[in-house]
């Protein structure tokens, strides 16, 4: 059997205060899902995903990448499975939007010429290059979370993983994100998405995992799982309910 992409065993973190965490948490990604991780606050969603880039540590369980425990080479581990945060303004480090997205190969090392020339493809490609010089800190929230999304494929990261993303964008702003998202997945990333507005990814994503108070109590199809979504705290999309809503997506 082939080696999955990310494989999660029986993962368990407490906090140090005895409150919640996650526990035994188990399932694999392959490459080119689309998962959506969703459930109420307060689920476990964020607990769990800041595991899969090793920022916190599991206190059973392990995470194996390609075969490899994540905690291995935690290097390797961050420049493959990117995160986009919640709060997009806690992962800014540069000074200008340019130099935001040039901070991870920086810090790899690749050559001066390479970095800024993936710098101005990646911005073109986000539609960021009018906004190069500007300080991150003057952007919007929806830009914000644009830059953030640049920061992390100029490091080609395999699988990327956000949290949230939709938080605070209104409308046009959640339509490009998810233009955006959807095309880095046709052409082969890995996406995983904690979220509870499900009915934004109805026709992006392909699998679809819930969590209640720390467990992953559901792991399958979106068809089959939307029915499950409010027992467990989650808003059923209404296109389900009323075929004629259209996707979100453009
Ligand atoms: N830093 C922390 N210290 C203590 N408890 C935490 C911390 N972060 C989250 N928790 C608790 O862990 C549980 C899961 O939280 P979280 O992973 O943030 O859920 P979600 O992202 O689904 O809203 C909650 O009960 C929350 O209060
Ligand atoms: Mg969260």
Redesign the pocket.
């Known amino acids: 059997m082939a080696i999955p992409l990310l494989e999660i065993k029986h993962l368990t973190h407490s906090?140090?205060?005895g409150?919640?965490?996650?526990f035994d948490i188990s399932f694999s990604v392959s490459r080119g899902d689309f998962i959506i991780l969703a459930?109420?606050?307060?689920?476990?969603?964020?607990?769990?995903i800041r595991h899969l880039n090793g920022l916190l540590r599991p206190l059973e369980g392990e995470i194996r990448l390609h075969g490899n425990n994540i905690s291995k080479d935690l290097t390797l581990t961050r420049k493959t499975v990117g995160m986009v945060f919640q709060d997009a303004d806690t992962q800014i480090v540069g000074d200008t939007v340019f130099d935001e997205v040039a901070f991870g190969p920086e810090n790899l090392n690749l050559d001066r010429k390479l970095i800024n020339k993936k710098v101005f493809q990646i911005l073109e490609r986000l539609d960021l290059t009018r906004l190069k010089d500007r300080n991150p800190a003057t952007l919007s929230g929806g830009e914000k979370r644009k830059l953030a999304i640049a920061g992390i494929l100029a490091m080609d990261s395999e699988i990327i993983i956000f949290?949230e993303p939709f938080a605070n964008l209104d409308y046009p702003a959640t339509q490009s994100l998810l233009a955006i998202i959807f095309d880095l997945n046709k052409k082969g990333q890995t996406i995983i998405m904690?979220t509870h507005n499900v009915e934004t990814l109805l026709n992006s994503a392909s699998r679809l995992l819930i969590?209640s108070q720390?467990r992953l109590v559901e792991d399958g199809s979106i068809e089959d799982l939307l029915g499950k979504l409010e027992s467990h705290g989650v808003k059923e999309p209404c296109t389900c309910k009323i075929k004629a809503i259209p996707p979100w997506r453009p």
Do not use: E
């Open positions: 906090y140090t205060d409150n919640g965490g996650i459930g109420r606050n307060g689920s476990g969603k964020t607990t769990l949290d904690a969590m720390g």
